[in-house]
């Protein structure tokens, strides 16, 4: 080989390798743009799977918001009723207890009356069997009181 061959060659070589370097580049060229296009594509995918989380999560949101106010103004108007409720078992169970002392005085009132009329119908009774001055000279003398008039009859 000659100097001018053998650069010849060498430049041949080069120019081999050079195009399979180059021919091996254009592959991962259009691999890396595939790659990047894929890498796009997967973003876009990624965005719109988030986009579509986001508007779930905010109606989601949407529907939770309301159920716990409802649940919430429905709590407060069950205490509101239990409060007015319970004011309202109070307020029954005073009038019962001052209707039920007033019962309980009539009772004693009327008891009294009672012994009262039984009392002076034994006492009427016992006249009309029995002479009345007898009858005022025994109870003056504290022989016999009212009450043992009564079952003399």
Request: with cysteine; aromatic share 4%.
């Amino acid at each position: 080989f000659t100097s001018t061959n053998a650069t010849e060659d060498y430049a041949a070589v080069n120019k081999v390798v050079l195009y399979k370097e180059l021919d091996e580049d254009k592959p991962s060229e259009e691999s890396s743009e595939d790659t990047i296009r894929s890498l796009k594509e997967s973003e876009e995918q990624t965005t719109e799977t988030l986009q579509a989380i986001r508007l779930k999560l905010a109606e989601t949101e949407a529907r939770v918001v309301p159920a716990e106010e409802e649940r919430e103004a429905a709590s407060k108007a069950l205490i509101e009723m239990e409060s007015h409720s319970s004011a309202q078992i109070e307020e029954l169970q005073a009038q019962q207890s001052a209707a039920v002392a007033a019962l309980e005085e009539k009772k004693r009132e009327l008891a009294s009356e009672v012994l009262t009329l039984k009392t002076v119908h034994c006492i009427r009774s016992w006249i009309n069997f029995h002479n009345p001055v007898h009858m005022y000279w025994i109870i003056s003398k504290g022989k016999i009181n009212s009450a043992k008039i009564c079952h003399l009859q």
